[in-house]
């Protein structure tokens, strides 16, 4: 009988492994690559999602890594912006490669005949990019579809500058080296892997969820591995030694930026927020506002700006010492935002 774990042990494994119960003594691209990515929609958003991860964490450090081209900023799960490592990327694009999105096949059928002729033009920006398109007698919507599915087949990522602390003035799209060919099949077994290892136990919805794939493209990587049951009865997967804090383990005040992937991670997000929080962090056109952990949960919403941590609305219960040291942790936040 599969070992049945409640919800806050889930939330303190998904804290473990994303860093969370505590900051570990890691570069930022070995950080990226353990929590499988980190969401960059918002340029800010990895460097405040570091520095709530790794001891000692400097912005210059990062943008080191994005200007040397060790760490990139592609379209990858769901469809949106990440950063990961040069070394993930083939993983990555192998694993997503025919990922399902709002491109069309005969969308993607032009693309790749205009592939080469794309990346010969860049850098280029997103809308010079659609009106070369449209140049070649295609409708805007169409010519938009088209320039994505020639963003993902074609490698154009978003060049270093738009990845930088100081928002860069415009988006520009540049080529990045074609990646080693990888098989499709074992590229998503292994995606599955680094998933559980970053946000398991999880069940096979999770994983969907996460990544944008479909269960049934993904159904082979699964088996074998070791399995819990949640209270509902769910079936969740997990790789072998794997952390698994006690339920009573401390989980210390953090603040995550917008889109962080602990709150994006899972179908199933109660281990780290309530349903009908949710719907106040989570906007229907899927904007996520920054949010503070307290007792590893969502509990209040933060905003700064560059002189700090400028306001945090309490959205949960918190105690007066919780309060203190979220009070302690903006002034330690807004000291490095400065």
């Given at each position: 009988m599969a070992r049945v774990l409640t919800l806050r042990e889930l939330n303190r494994a998904t804290l473990a492994r994303q860093l969370l119960l505590e900051r570990k003594k890691l570069s930022p691209l070995a950080a990226i690559e353990r929590c499988a990515g980190l969401q960059a929609q918002w340029a800010p958003s990895p460097y405040i999602g570091l520095w709530s991860r790794v001891v000692g964490f400097q912005r210059s450090t990062l943008e080191r890594a994005l200007q040397r081209g060790d760490a990139l900023k592609p379209t990858v799960m769901r469809g949106t912006l990440h950063l990961i490592t040069k070394r993930?990327?083939?993983?990555?694009?192998?694993?997503l490669r025919d990922m399902p999105?709002?491109?069309?096949?005969?969308?993607?059928?032009?693309?790749?005949?205009?592939?080469?002729?794309?990346?010969?033009?860049?850098?280029?920006?997103?809308?010079?990019?659609?009106?070369?398109?449209?140049?070649?007698?295609?409708?805007e919507v169409d010519a938009r579809r088209i320039v994505f599915a020639i963003r993902r087949h074609a490698h154009l990522l978003h060049g270093p500058e738009t990845a930088m602390w100081k928002l860069a003035p415009r988006v520009t799209l540049h080529p990045s080296p074609e990646p080693p060919v990888l098989d499709g099949l074992e590229a998503r077994a292994e995606l599955v892997r680094r998933y559980l290892r970053a946000f398991g136990p999880a069940s096979k919805p999770d994983f969907a969820d996460w990544s944008?794939?479909?269960?049934?493209?993904?159904?082979?990587?699964?088996?074998?591995?070791?399995?819990?049951r949640d209270e509902d009865g769910r079936t969740l997967y997990d790789v072998p030694r794997a952390p698994l804090p006690p339920a009573d383990t401390?989980?210390?005040v953090r603040f995550l930026p917008k889109w962080d992937n602990t709150l994006l991670?899972?179908?199933?997000?109660?281990?780290?927020?309530?349903?009908?929080?949710?719907?106040?962090?989570?906007?229907?056109?899927?904007?996520?506002?920054?949010?503070?952990?307290?007792?590893?949960?969502?509990?209040?919403?933060?905003?700064?700006?560059?002189?700090?941590?400028?306001?945090?609305?309490?959205?949960?219960?918190?105690?007066?010492?919780q309060k203190a040291e979220v009070a302690a942790e903006a002034e330690r936040l807004s000291a490095w935002l400065r």
């Open positions: 993930d990327y083939p993983l990555f694009y192998a694993a999105t709002w491109f069309q096949p005969h969308h993607l059928e032009r693309a790749r005949e205009l592939l080469a002729e794309l990346r010969a033009l860049a850098p280029l920006t997103q809308n010079d990019a659609i009106a070369h398109v449209q140049t070649l007698g295609h409708e944008g794939l479909r269960i049934r493209d993904v159904e082979h990587a699964f088996d074998g591995l070791p399995t819990y401390h989980a210390p991670g899972h179908a199933d997000r109660r281990r780290v927020m309530t349903d009908e929080l949710r719907r106040q962090i989570v906007a229907a056109n899927g904007d996520v506002v920054p949010t503070v952990l307290i007792d590893g949960v969502v509990r209040a919403i933060w905003r700064y700006d560059k002189t700090g941590v400028t306001s945090i609305e309490y959205v949960g219960p918190a105690t007066r010492t």
